[in-house]
């Protein structure tokens, strides 16, 4: 007598195939942690372009535009001090402290996100930002902020602090298509990086945290706000001196807001080229 048929298909195999298909997206994200970058050619190399760079130029291409690409490579010598203390306060004070990332700030970002019920803020230092530019995208999501961390401390593990900031320092978004203090400094203020005074770097160091919504030259009040209050902190560190001429200081600030620099970037393009 042969045995019975079921009207189910599936019956008796619905626990292990429901594992199977759970099993799926679990192994995804491991397989998508677990492939980390080789950091350590850059040891020695200037990277020609991030992968931020090529998202966004395909954003636009699909759009219908074409985004120029400006990328003036500077070595650690040619920026200026008041550059890299304005972005070491206004982005990551605690830098030359952390080993690539800052978990206090990553909990504060976690609750504030957790309360707003999106992803508003990220919490990252400057290594996770520069994780995120060379390799990843600027999706917010968890994996990707796994990702992140984890490059980031292979970063730290095989780079020095200062090759880290350098490397920042150098492919950076200042503006649409505008990479790296070059490029941003010659664009904004017509001069190169080494030159920046300390009003000038933290008006770039000011626009940082959303490059294609502020503007360094741009004078509106939100960013005149965070530019005195990057200069209060680089005074507050002992960079600049506290009899330092606060009129003085106002009194460039309204030079920086008015000097009507019109950002031409294939001009600048033409000019100073682009990274090797």
């Known amino acids: 007598m042969s045995p019975r048929k079921s009207r189910y298909p599936l ?11 759970l099993a799926l997206p679990v192994l995804a994200a491991a397989v998508y942690l677990l492939w980390l970058p080789d950091v350590s050619a850059l040891k020695r190399k200037n990277p020609s372009e991030t992968a931020f760079m090529r998202i966004k130029e395909l954003e636009a291409r699909e759009r219908g535009r074409k985004l120029p690409r400006l ?3 500077t070595p650690w010598e040619g920026i200026s001090g008041n550059l890299k203390h304005a972005v070491l306060v206004a982005e990551d004070g605690g830098f030359y402290r952390h080993n690539g990332v800052e978990w206090e700030s990553l909990r504060r970002a ?37 990702k992140e961390i984890l490059i980031a401390r292979r970063l730290e593990k095989e780079l020095g602090k200062r090759r880290i900031f350098e490397l920042y320092l150098n492919v950076a ?12 400094s010659r664009a904004y203020f017509g001069k190169p990086p080494s030159d920046l005074t300390p009003e000038e770097a933290a008006a770039l160091a000011a626009a940082l945290p959303s490059p294609r919504r502020y503007n360094p030259v741009g004078g509106t009040r939100f960013m005149e706000r965070r530019k005195s209050a990057i200069v209060a902190r680089m005074r507050a560190s002992g960079y600049l001196p506290e009899d330092a001429d606060d009129g003085a200081l106002d009194e460039s600030f309204e030079v920086i807001n008015s000097t009507g620099i019109a950002v031409s970037t294939p001009a600048v393009e033409a000019s100073a080229g682009t990274a090797p």
């Open 11 to 21: 019956a008796g195999k619905e626990l292990p195939l429901l594992g199977a298909l």
């Open 71 to 73: 990328m003036v490579w």
């Open 110 to 146: 976690a609750e504030e996100d957790w309360k707003r019920r999106r992803f508003a803020r990220g919490g990252s230092t400057i290594t996770q930002q520069l994780a995120r530019n060379l390799y990843l995208s600027p999706s917010k999501n968890p994996l990707r902020k796994l």
């Open 173 to 184: 978004e200042w503006g649409k298509g505008i990479y790296g203090a070059g490029a941003a």
